[in-house]
């Protein structure tokens, strides 16, 4: 029996909807995962992700999530019985603190308000009261709340301790500013549904030659052997026709090969302006309906907008509306705010001057 889908438009914060012709590659032949013409399309890919991390040193793409990546990275970084500090001002914070305490790392949360960026001076005190640590974790753009981190100050502070900094840049990656090597990160994981506005189903881990120097002088012990970073690292320099140890979904790999070819057409900074152009578009709009947002502009990540829900209004059924009579999907709350925002993403096609304004005469109907 033939399935009929709805079609949907996605105001999430992630996945979103990707260009036509990205979506398109997908379903494009198959083609082997190694040999030279794949070891061709990988290197193409690992380059254009490092110029977008801003890294020269290594960039992984991995089967999976950014969860995934987060895994990977901090299984690779910090062994069984290390103690990790992380920063926790939104649910993502609690995410890689759920990932570190699986790894039996010990974790110390430092706390922050949910909807605010994090202030390094707090941290700075956290980290001399408790430590000490082996490592300092925190989230870019805090997707749960829409706040933007002060990711560079945070990595200069991790140096300031002399221990490494883990970066959940999942949702900051390629839509804000992001210089791994300038700002002295040691690992930053990000994926391929967020910003780049590519398909799901990729995550990426950089990792800075001051994060190899960390992990080649802090053995781990066992972890397992494909989501090691030191696996990964010996199939990207050792095995040029495969150059990761595992079988990748080569016409997903194709599609974000095309779509970052697509981002660095605009310039990284052409980029990155595209969404604050986008989330300035989105607020002001919103704002003129009289209704507000959680997090002021000087803390907030242009990728997501947390839109309060006003008095009397119940989220759920704002949804149910959303979806029922304009077609679009949209986000609630997590946590302690999952009654109190509507998450709203402006990545992909969501950045759209379109699916704005068809978004803000939807929210000017049912909010108002």
Known sequence: MERCMTTYRMLIPG?????????????SPQIPHYGPEWAAIYADVVTDLKHLFGTTANVFPIVGSGTTGLEVAIGSMLATGKRMAIVRNGWFGEHMANIAKARGIGVHMIEGEWGRAISVDAVRAELKQHGPFDALGFVYAETSTGALNPVKELAALAKEFGIPSIV???TGFAGTPLEVDAWDIDVCVSASQKALAAPAGLGFVAVS??????MDSHPVGPIGWLFDLRTLRSYQQGSPEHPQPATMPPTLVLAVQLRLKQVLAMGKQGYVDHHYRAAARFRKGITSMGIGYLVPDAEATPQVT???????????????AMKERYGFYTAGGIGPLASKIMRVGHMGKGASDTYIDDALEAFGDILR
């Open 15 to 27: 996945p979103v909807d990707v260009d036509d012709a990205v979506l398109k590659v997908l379903g």
């Open 168 to 170: 959940d840049a999942i």
């Open 209 to 214: 030659q001051k994060g190899w120097d960390y």
């Open 306 to 320: 947390s839109v309060l829900i006003p008095a009397g209004k119940d989220i759920n059924e704002i949804k149910k």
